[in-house]
């Protein structure tokens, strides 16, 4: 049965490449399944942007970008803020006045964005590391690969009488457009929080008489930075996307997400909290249980633990994910979520991922288990939903440690047995809903490439009412029937 299986998944792999039907195409049944290949590249804080001729840049922090046709396979094109730095020319030597005032040689993460008189906008950070001293620039190119020529720095921070415990620190910029077509500036880490900017479309400058411009969260040198905006057509909601935690291997980094109906907030959860609320208490640093139950986790540190069917037994624990970015593709409707992550037993390496996203019948974005491998959206028919499943929960806490999945069944009469008891349904459109462990999940059935086993497979991602991620990944059973 699983050689059978394995022999659709190879047809169904290839017709769905050309767009066709895996149904009565017998002559493809013998073709062998490949899993896609993937070119993955060190990149810090990616931050994403498609140039005008369709191609990928993911630019993050000591001056490393790399670009890809495909969100599987990337090319480095600038490495560090040193010689390897192609993105400026002469940086050190051009961007002194932001290296000099933060003390150091390196950058932050950056970002870049497309002005109106089409030209690219790159605003990057420099932050001196132990204190909140750093600052905040923008440099200018005719394309996305530069050379970028500094403009100066617009904003600084940690000078005498600077309120660390209110005020942000000026790193980690997201500029994105509002549905309006306004230029916006979302910015900030740990300190004071995360600030938003109204920025001049021509120049991409912040508008004048703003001085910090709005707070929307953070207080008190809460663990929360990175922030990035996504604006949804689907929903008519404005995405706020964050990482809690620490970004090293131990530090629990993850990923969680807000919304509003505004480019400049209010943002609330999915327990309607609003986030300007979300912080340290006063007096306090770096203090975690003020503030983890905000936000909607969308990931963790996290492992789907080998099932004794798998084809490969080695199940890798992924950590501290986070710094992200994300993208909308107005042509197909699909939602990606690009992020760095690091590894258990690894140290400190890291490397880009690139997630599928979905929304959910609660417009909220739910994330793909598995890493992106060309999938398009389809709906799972319903002989392809019940079977056995790793089902992983992230629950809500800033993990240094992943969390790790159980098996249980998902049966044809609606109820789960196993690791969790429970119950689930599935509609027609393929949105579902999963109750188990004292918490309703609403999420979506999808299809993605597992690569460990070498195998297309029916996913389901979704979300709880409080904010927490439940993923499930279907696996063959002893006899190696895959419903």
Request: proline letters at 5%.
């Amino acid at each position: 049965m699983k050689k059978r299986w394995l022999a659709w998944a190879a047809a169904a792999c290839l017709i769905w490449a050309q767009g066709g039907s895996a149904m009565g195409e017998s002559s493809l049944a013998e073709e062998p399944y490949k899993t896609p290949k993937f070119a993955s590249v060190s990149v810090h804080d990616p931050s994403v942007i498609r140039a005008e001729d369709g191609t990928f840049y993911i630019y993050g922090s000591h001056m490393a970008a790399a670009k890809s046709t495909d969100l599987m396979n990337w090319k480095l094109i600038s490495k560090d803020a040193q010689a390897g730095c192609t993105l400026v020319e002469n940086v050190q030597t051009q961007m002194k006045e932001a290296l000099s005032w933060a003390k150091t040689n390196t950058f932050w993460a950056p970002d870049v964005q497309r002005l109106d008189n089409g030209k690219y906008a790159l605003y990057y950070c420099t932050c001196e590391g132990s204190s909140p001293l750093s600052a905040l620039g923008l440099a200018i190119a005719d394309g996305p690969e530069g050379p970028f020529v500094d403009q100066g720095v617009f904003l600084k921070s940690g000078m005498a009488g600077y309120n660390a415990t209110y005020y942000p620190n000026v790193v980690d910029p997201c500029a994105f457009l509002d549905k309006e077509g306004q230029l916006w500036m979302v910015y900030g880490s740990y300190s004071g929080g995360i600030f938003i900017l109204k920025m001049d479309n021509e120049t991409g400058l912040p508008l004048p008489d703003q001085n910090y411009g709005k707070k929307l969260l953070g207080k008190n040198h809460a663990r929360i930075e990175g922030p990035y905006m996504l604006y949804s057509p689907e929903t008519d909601y404005y995405y706020l996307f964050l990482s809690f935690g620490g970004l090293d291997s131990n530090g629990g980094y993850n990923i969680r997400v807000c919304r509003s109906r505004n480019p400049d907030g209010p943002f609330y959860d999915s327990l309607d909290q609003d986030m300007i609320s979300c912080g340290g208490r006063p007096g306090t640093f770096f203090n975690d249980p003020d503030y983890e139950g905000y936000g909607v986790k969308l990931m963790g540190g996290y492992q789907f633990a080998s099932a004794e069917t798998d084809t490969s037994r080695m199940a890798q624990a992924l950590r501290s994910p986070g710094h992200n970015s994300a993208y909308y593709d107005e042509a197909t409707g699909q939602y990606f979520l690009i992020f760095h992550t690091r590894f258990a037993n690894s140290g400190e390496t890291f490397t880009v991922r690139v997630h599928q996203m979905f929304m959910n019948d609660q417009g909220w974005p739910v994330v793909s288990p598995l890493r992106y491998a060309g999938e398009e959206k389809e709906t799972v028919p319903d002989s392809f939903r019940y079977g056995k499943y790793k089902i992983l929960l992230h629950e809500h806490d800033i993990n240094a440690v992943e969390h790790v999945s159980k098996e249980a069944a998902l049966l044809d009469d609606g109820t789960v047995t196993g690791g969790y008891e429970g119950t689930w349904t599935g509609d027609e459109d393929g949105h579902m809903t999963l109750s188990i462990a004292g918490k309703e999940y609403r999420g979506l059935f999808i299809r993605a490439v597992d690569g460990s086993q070498s195998a297309i497979v029916t996913c389901f991602t979704a979300l709880s009412q409080d904010g927490e991620a439940a993923w499930g990944i279907r696996y063959d059973d002893a006899d190696g029937n895959m419903p």
